[in-house]
Nanobody, 124 residues
Protein backbone atom coordinates (compact mmCIF):
# COMPACT_ATOMS: atom_id res chain seq x y z
CA UNK A 1 0.00 0.00 0.00
CA UNK A 2 1.40 3.37 -1.04
CA UNK A 3 1.91 5.89 1.75
CA UNK A 4 2.92 9.55 1.52
CA UNK A 5 4.21 11.63 4.43
CA UNK A 6 4.73 15.39 4.11
CA UNK A 7 7.17 17.42 6.18
CA UNK A 8 8.79 20.84 6.17
CA UNK A 9 5.87 23.12 6.93
CA UNK A 10 6.05 25.88 9.49
CA UNK A 11 5.88 29.62 10.11
CA UNK A 12 7.80 31.94 7.81
CA UNK A 13 7.79 35.68 7.13
CA UNK A 14 6.63 37.08 3.81
CA UNK A 15 9.45 36.94 1.29
CA UNK A 16 10.99 33.89 2.90
CA UNK A 17 11.43 30.34 1.66
CA UNK A 18 10.47 26.81 2.68
CA UNK A 19 11.08 23.40 1.17
CA UNK A 20 8.39 20.77 1.62
CA UNK A 21 9.26 17.08 1.36
CA UNK A 22 7.03 14.10 0.56
CA UNK A 23 8.36 10.67 1.49
CA UNK A 24 6.93 7.85 -0.66
CA UNK A 25 6.78 4.19 0.36
CA UNK A 26 4.90 1.01 -0.53
CA UNK A 27 5.37 1.10 -4.30
CA UNK A 28 7.75 1.71 -7.16
CA UNK A 29 8.34 5.45 -6.95
CA UNK A 30 9.64 5.81 -10.51
CA UNK A 31 6.29 4.70 -11.99
CA UNK A 32 4.28 7.42 -10.19
CA UNK A 33 3.65 11.01 -10.98
CA UNK A 34 3.23 13.31 -8.00
CA UNK A 35 1.46 16.55 -7.24
CA UNK A 36 1.18 19.22 -4.57
CA UNK A 37 -2.15 20.69 -3.52
CA UNK A 38 -3.17 23.23 -0.91
CA UNK A 39 -6.26 24.23 0.99
CA UNK A 40 -6.73 27.44 2.96
CA UNK A 41 -9.43 27.80 5.64
CA UNK A 42 -12.83 28.33 4.07
CA UNK A 43 -11.52 27.82 0.54
CA UNK A 44 -11.52 25.00 -1.98
CA UNK A 45 -8.52 22.77 -2.50
CA UNK A 46 -6.38 23.85 -5.43
CA UNK A 47 -3.67 22.22 -7.49
CA UNK A 48 -0.27 23.87 -7.01
CA UNK A 49 2.20 21.82 -9.06
CA UNK A 50 2.68 18.37 -10.59
CA UNK A 51 5.45 16.28 -12.16
CA UNK A 52 4.91 13.44 -14.63
CA UNK A 53 6.04 9.89 -14.02
CA UNK A 54 8.44 9.23 -16.90
CA UNK A 55 9.62 12.44 -18.54
CA UNK A 56 9.52 14.61 -15.39
CA UNK A 57 7.49 17.27 -17.10
CA UNK A 58 6.29 19.94 -14.68
CA UNK A 59 3.13 21.99 -14.33
CA UNK A 60 2.37 24.98 -12.10
CA UNK A 61 -0.62 27.04 -11.12
CA UNK A 62 -0.38 30.61 -12.40
CA UNK A 63 -0.39 31.90 -8.82
CA UNK A 64 2.91 30.16 -7.98
CA UNK A 65 4.69 30.09 -11.34
CA UNK A 66 8.18 31.52 -11.04
CA UNK A 67 8.20 31.17 -7.25
CA UNK A 68 7.68 27.44 -6.61
CA UNK A 69 9.60 24.47 -8.04
CA UNK A 70 8.50 20.83 -7.93
CA UNK A 71 11.18 18.14 -8.13
CA UNK A 72 11.98 14.61 -7.01
CA UNK A 73 14.93 12.45 -6.06
CA UNK A 74 14.33 8.88 -7.19
CA UNK A 75 17.26 7.61 -5.11
CA UNK A 76 15.48 8.83 -1.96
CA UNK A 77 11.85 8.12 -2.96
CA UNK A 78 11.07 11.74 -2.15
CA UNK A 79 9.28 14.58 -3.93
CA UNK A 80 9.87 18.23 -3.05
CA UNK A 81 8.23 21.60 -3.35
CA UNK A 82 10.67 24.49 -3.08
CA UNK A 83 8.74 27.66 -2.21
CA UNK A 84 10.42 31.05 -2.58
CA UNK A 85 9.16 34.63 -2.23
CA UNK A 86 6.31 33.44 -0.04
CA UNK A 87 3.22 35.61 0.34
CA UNK A 88 0.55 35.64 3.07
CA UNK A 89 -1.93 34.25 0.53
CA UNK A 90 0.22 31.11 0.29
CA UNK A 91 -0.89 30.19 3.83
CA UNK A 92 -2.59 26.79 3.65
CA UNK A 93 -2.31 23.12 4.46
CA UNK A 94 -0.19 21.58 1.72
CA UNK A 95 -0.79 18.01 0.58
CA UNK A 96 1.25 15.73 -1.63
CA UNK A 97 -0.44 13.09 -3.77
CA UNK A 98 0.56 10.40 -6.27
CA UNK A 99 -0.99 8.45 -9.13
CA UNK A 100 0.70 5.72 -11.12
CA UNK A 101 1.64 6.70 -14.68
CA UNK A 102 0.45 10.30 -14.29
CA UNK A 103 1.41 12.17 -17.46
CA UNK A 104 -1.00 15.10 -17.36
CA UNK A 105 -3.19 17.02 -17.86
CA UNK A 106 -3.02 19.81 -15.28
CA UNK A 107 -4.76 20.23 -12.95
CA UNK A 108 -4.97 16.47 -12.36
CA UNK A 109 -8.46 15.01 -12.52
CA UNK A 110 -7.65 13.05 -9.38
CA UNK A 111 -4.92 11.16 -7.62
CA UNK A 112 -5.11 7.81 -5.87
CA UNK A 113 -2.88 8.34 -2.83
CA UNK A 114 -2.69 11.29 -0.47
CA UNK A 115 -0.66 12.42 2.49
CA UNK A 116 -2.18 14.01 5.58
CA UNK A 117 -0.78 17.47 4.91
CA UNK A 118 1.62 19.96 6.45
CA UNK A 119 0.71 23.50 7.52
CA UNK A 120 2.46 26.49 5.97
CA UNK A 121 1.82 29.88 7.59
CA UNK A 122 3.22 33.04 6.01
CA UNK A 123 3.11 36.13 8.20
CA UNK A 124 3.07 39.72 6.99
Amino acid sequence: QVQLVESGGGLVQAGGSLRLSCAFSGGTFSTYGTGWFRQAPGKERESVAAITWRDSGTYYADSVKGRFTISRDRTKNTAYLQMNSLKPEDTAVYYCAATRYYSGPFPPAGMNYWGKGTLVTVSS
